[in-house]
């Protein structure tokens, strides 16, 4: 495997390893020793909306995978392979070459599908699992989703207004990442410019507000980076992920925590509250932001996953 360079803000290292399909991907892992961790992360999403993974002294051994052709990783030749079950073998993959036996697995947004996929077909593998921002299938909710419309609506018109979302995807991710791509940078340079000048940034700001915009920014810019074309292919082909039923979802015994957004409006928080009902050892927990949980409450999610890693029997290095 060759070391590839990493992105920035990203901490840790990158390197290049083989899918179980030959696929060359790219793995972050932040190097560290620790409770083993993987991330899960939603599509075109990195390692940088994950701040308190970073570091030689975070208590975690973190890795995690960039998916089928974004973040340097390769498209596979059957270009077909890029739904949820590619994904959950892509995850076991990347614990191999992490060398972990178990870990605590962490999902995201679409990253949940695939974690809760990849803890079916190996679950002596997945020691937890903590849920965020998304459910066991692939598809969201892009329509209204607040009593007394969500029950109104069908899940197969959720599933056609999820394709629309992805084919717009094509047209308008390119332009709002240009901005997106753009304005963050003026922020950054500003706090650059305080450091310089020899002024404390983290002084001027003792609550810490900055440092999630910080975060937001650096995610921002990588999101920007990716095929449009391709990353609505990838959209589209999670969207066809069925959830597993009730009893396969009972059958997880590991323990679970899942987190709602009291605003996601792509994963409400029923949405969330179904899927914890559905898991036999489970912490549900809700927090008073959006779908972009991780970029909002680090914090607290640190604390989740602390506490998760204790009732997996891994403990807190």
């Given at each position: 495997m060759s070391a590839a360079e990493g992105d920035e803000g990203d901490g840790g290292f990158v390197e290049d390893m083989p899918a179980a399909d030959g696929t060359r991907l790219r793995r972050w892992d932040n190097g560290a020793a620790g409770v083993p961790v993987v991330l899960?992360?939603?599509l075109g999403a990195s390692a940088a909306a994950w701040p308190f993974l970073h570091g030689e002294h975070c208590g975690y051994h973190a890795t995690t995978w960039y998916h089928r052709g974004?973040?340097?990783s390769a498209r596979p030749d059957d270009e077909s392979r890029i739904g949820v079950g590619a994904h959950a073998d892509d995850l076991i993959a990347t614990m191999d070459a992490a060398s972990m036996e178990r870990a605590v697995v962490v999902g995201w947004s679409v990253g949940v599908a695939v974690a809760i996929e990849a803890a079916r077909r190996a679950p002596e593998r997945v020691?937890?699992?903590l849920a965020l921002g998304g459910v066991a299938t692939g598809v969201f909710r892009v329509l209204p989703a607040f009593p007394p419309l969500a029950d109104?609506?069908?899940?197969?018109?959720?599933?056609r207004a999820a394709r629309i979302g992805g084919w717009l995807l094509r047209v308008v991710g390119p332009p709002v990442a240009?901005?997106?791509h753009m304005l963050p940078r003026s922020m950054d340079a500003s706090r650059d410019a305080l450091e310089r000048a020899g002024m404390d940034a983290a002084a001027l700001d003792p609550t810490g507000a900055t440092a999630p915009m910080v975060t937001l920014a650096e995610v921002a810019r990588q999101f920007a980076r990716h095929d449009w074309t391709w990353f609505s292919r990838m959209v589209l082909a999670a969207a066809e992920?069925?959830?597993?039923d009730d009893d396969a979802l009972a059958a997880l015994r590991m323990p679970a925590t899942v987190v709602a957004g009291d605003y996601d409006t792509l994963a409400p928080p029923a949405?969330?509250?179904?899927?914890?009902?559905?898991l036999p050892d489970v912490r549900l927990v809700r927090l008073p932001g959006s779908h972009f949980l991780p970029l909002q409450f680090p914090d607290a999610l640190a604390g989740e996953l602390a506490a998760l890693a204790q009732r997996a029997g891994l403990g807190q290095a």
């Open positions: 899960s992360n939603g974004l973040g340097g020691a937890g699992l109104q609506v069908p899940e197969g018109v959720h599933r240009g901005v997106i992920h069925d959830a597993p949405d969330m509250a179904a899927l914890a009902a559905a």
